[in-house]
């Protein structure tokens, strides 16, 4: 967790450590069953971290630190930490109740402030924004290497790729759950092509915004890239007008709050995405991207041919 935190801004720190915390919440909520050989079905310590390559060398290295709802991935060439994306993290739930009246959402502003900067468009921008009356039942570039023109959501069950879980049982389980997220997604073939990622952003640019909704997007912006310490944020790239201009908003779904939604944010080297429509819309997903240079390949290839 030292080595987590050196990755993290403090506020980002928190935010995992309660998003790891939620294990022992969502534990509860499934009825503590234990699943394939684990002692426990949730478990906050069931977290991951891989180095790759020797940390401090002359050669690039990295690390990268996940489990359920948080994937962080580190990449360092020639000294230089160069990558930081894919970063995901997630909340199951999304909200939960505290004492005394009060409630946990450690993704909140990630989720309100969009819905914010959606609800305060007038009428032609609020169309433009909006891709589909219905949300999608995840992220539509899911958990892909490489993001591609026209990618579509992929089922639950196929998340895994060609692995299939151990033991027939937890597979027809796996296949059920999946079943029937997208079932109640209700999506057609045409909805999947209404949402797609295109290399061309879709929704409402934030040129045509007015003063108080190009704060709230910096500020949406905030809630991704100020995941990162400071030093290697890349958010104060748009404080220069120009650059935030070209930073499209499109959304999918209700804008009614504790409704299914999901929305992204796209750029010039730059993807956010978030949902929250599975358990009654109380379980988001949210990841920063880059399009061209997640894990850093795109500097990994530079350097082999400079290098090699």
């Not at 401090?56 to 360092?76: D, I, Q």
């Not at 992929?154 to 049982?169: F, K, M, N, Q, Y």
């Not at 944010?265 to 978030?274: F, S």
Request: glycine share 10%.
């Amino acid at each position: 967790m030292r080595l987590v935190a050196t990755g993290l801004s403090n506020p980002a720190y928190v935010t995992v450590a309660t998003i790891m915390g939620l294990e022992n919440v969502l534990d509860h909520t499934e009825g503590f069953r234990v699943h394939f050989d684990r002692e426990r079905g949730r478990d906050p310590g069931l977290y991951y971290l891989r180095v790759f390559g020797e940390p401090g060398g002359a050669r690039p290295w990295g690390w990268r630190f996940g489990g359920h709802h948080v994937s962080l991935n580190n990449l360092v060439v020639d000294g230089q930490l160069v990558s930081t994306t894919p970063c995901f993290l997630g909340a199951d739930p999304a909200s939960a109740p505290l004492l005394g009246g009060a409630i946990t959402r450690p993704l909140a502003r990630v989720e309100d402030l969009a819905r914010d900067i959606v609800r305060s468009l007038p009428g032609e921008l609020a169309a433009r924004a909006l891709l589909l009356p219905r949300a999608p039942s995840d992220l539509v570039t899911a958990n892909r290497t490489r993001v591609s023109e026209g990618d579509r959501v992929i089922p639950l069950a196929r998340v895994w790729r060609d692995e299939r879980l151990p033991g027939s049982e937890e597979q027809a389980k796996l296949q059920t759950l999946s079943d029937e997220i997208d079932a109640a997604a209700g999506y057609s073939d045409a909805d999947h092509e209404a949402v797609a990622y295109t290399c061309a952003p879709r929704g409402v640019a934030a040129a045509g915004l007015d003063a108080e909704q190009r704060h709230m997007l910096r500020a949406l912006l905030g809630t991704y890239l100020d995941r990162v310490p400071a030093a290697v944020s890349p958010l104060s790239r748009y404080d220069d007008d120009a650059e935030l201009d070209a930073v499209h908003l499109a959304w999918a779904g209700p804008t009614e709050p504790g409704a299914p939604h999901y929305y992204r944010v796209q750029g010039p080297r730059l993807l956010l995405e978030w949902d929250n429509t599975q358990r009654g819309a109380n379980h988001g997903h949210s990841v920063w991207r880059d399009p061209v240079g997640d894990f850093g390949l795109d500097v990994l290839a530079r350097h082999r041919d400079a290098h090699h």
